[in-house]
């Protein structure tokens, strides 16, 4: 759960840069950092928090150069401090590199031991650190080969940006598992710009171009683009947890709409599982359209019985005399007026542990709900991700454990049900094939389109796409730089 964007050959790479990263805000909010360069030196700035509070004007005026890259993270290896924010950036022997990374190696404590073992200190528990050790010891002359070299050395879901003092260099993993697009700002300042996700290029007025080819590494350097794919091909696996909840809706990924995806996939669920009710509501903000796509096909009237808050920062007061459902309170509240007396259907992107959906269906039912149906738009998430998602370990998920009608008394919820892996597969395809003229926002992806075998669907079947052994327990820190 991290998001990437970078820039090369605008004067403003910072501040465009501090922008893009305020579009991907949703893939991180723990820390942030850009990373600039003027052809000569990099400079960098990190901290703990949100874009806004980590970069107040002045800092931003302190990163100088027409190249940078950046990144939000919430960590998945390693913890949560400021050593481990990113980019991540060196002097070694023969230059200086800044890197960020979206994405979770699979070997990162193997090959971390075998480095240490010859001298390689590490700063940071992150597993992006052996990137960067990797390519300072690569024998290869010239930086983008130098990374292809460390590339070649690590397993598990990347796409990566690197900055040197003279190009930047984009790189996705061969099977594709994190996104990374490619887009280009014309006019007076032409400039090439990488990003996780393209709604990040429309603040900057930037056109999407395409995305970056699973396993394509891609330098851009005074002598403009330049793309190569080192690695064997690999089966495409992308991320379909991307469609299903992480990535924003306005967003594509390998040509697919999310928004349309996420219609989709309410549309295949009310098909799959319709049930006699009043209204249908989402759970805020991700469910929503879902719920759009559930009340089209159900023609059940859409309704907001749950509203959102959006301000709530990282720390709280909590009320010395306990509230009822507090913490939930804090994000959701409902709506009296639609749900009292009502048949209700709520519909959710996915169960974790379980404990929200109980508290949302006891929320809805003393607001007046008279019955509650939980319907969720993915299948049970049974299997933890490895691959740059933060998901509980496997005896958390409440679904590796129960049966469907056992959550569904643990919830209290009238009736549950999941939509199907092949509904869910199907459903994302077809806001593919939708394109022509439907999603002016998708373009043809490059490349092998995506097709129902395209995916990772591993939280739900526990069938992992990269094999991964099991890793040396990751060492305590025992350094604190307080
Ligand atoms: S395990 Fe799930 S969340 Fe992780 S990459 Fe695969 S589909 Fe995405």
């Not at 005026?61 to 027409?66: D, F, I, N, P, V």
């Not at 710009?193 to 290029?201: Q, W």
């Not at 892996?421 to 998708?442: C, E, F, I, N, Y």
């Amino acid at each position: 759960m991290c998001g990437v964007f970078g820039i090369y050959g605008h004067p403003e790479a910072a501040n465009l840069t501090y922008l893009g990263l305020h579009a991907l805000q949703h893939r991180g909010q723990e820390s942030a950092g850009i990373a600039t360069s003027d052809g000569q030196q990099l400079g960098l700035h990190r901290g703990m928090g949100h874009v806004i509070d980590v970069f107040p004007t002045d800092q931003i005026a302190r990163l100088k150069g027409q190249n940078a890259i950046g990144h939000v993270r919430y960590s998945t290896a390693g913890g949560s401090m400021l050593k481990n924010a990113q980019p991540i950036a060196v002097e070694y022997a023969r230059g200086s590199i800044a890197i960020a990374h979206n994405g979770n190696l699979t070997n990162a404590e193997t090959v971390k031991e075998q480095l240490e073992e010859r001298g390689s200190i590490f700063q940071s528990t992150s597993d992006t650190e052996v990137i960067v050790h990797l390519v300072a010891i690569s024998d290869q002359r010239t930086p983008e080969d130098r990374v292809a070299d460390a590339l070649a050395k690590v397993q598990g879901a990347y796409s990566l940006l690197c900055l040197t003092p003279n190009s930047m260099i984009a790189a996705r993993d061969p099977m594709g598992l994190r996104p990374l697009c490619l887009g280009r700002i014309r006019g007076q300042h032409e400039a090439w710009v990488v990003a996780s996700e393209p709604s990040s290029f429309d603040l900057i007025d930037a056109a999407y171009e395409r995305d970056v080819e699973p396993g394509e590494i891609i330098v851009v350097d005074k002598d403009g683009l330049h793309s190569k794919k080192p690695f064997n091909p690999a089966p495409r696996h992308t991320c379909i947890f991307e469609f299903v909840y992480f990535a924003r809706p306005d967003s594509n990924v390998d040509g697919v709409s999310v928004y349309e995806a996420r219609k989709n996939l309410g549309r295949a669920l009310a098909m799959e599982h319709p049930v006699e009710a009043d209204v249908v509501i989402p759970v805020p903000d991700s469910g929503v359209p879902a719920t759009i796509g559930y009340s089209e096909a159900s023609k059940l009237p859409f309704e907001l019985g749950l509203v959102r808050s959006h301000y709530i920062g990282r720390t709280f007061i909590e009320p010395q005399q306990s509230i009822r459902h507090f913490g939930v309170r804090l994000k959701l509240n409902p709506i009296g007026s639609t749900l009292r007396d009502k048949r209700v259907v709520v519909v959710d992107d996915s169960i974790v542990r379980g404990t929200t959906s109980r508290k949302i269906v006891k929320m809805l039912r003393d607001a007046g709900a008279k019955e509650v149906h939980m319907r969720i738009s993915s299948p049970p998430t049974q299997w933890p991700c490895y691959y740059g998602i933060d998901t509980p370990t496997r005896g958390e998920l409440i679904a590796s454990s129960h049966s469907i009608e056992e959550i569904n008394q643990y919830i209290t919820s009238d009736s549950l049900a999941y939509l199907s892996l092949g509904a869910m597969k199907q459903a994302v395809v077809a806001a593919r094939s939708d394109t022509a003229g439907r999603h002016p926002r998708s373009l043809p992806v490059i490349g092998q389109p995506l097709d129902t075998d395209a995916f990772c669907t591993a939280c739900w079947t526990g069938e992992y796409p990269i094999a991964f052994t099991p890793q040396p327990k990751q060492r305590q820190m025992r350094l604190l730089d307080l």
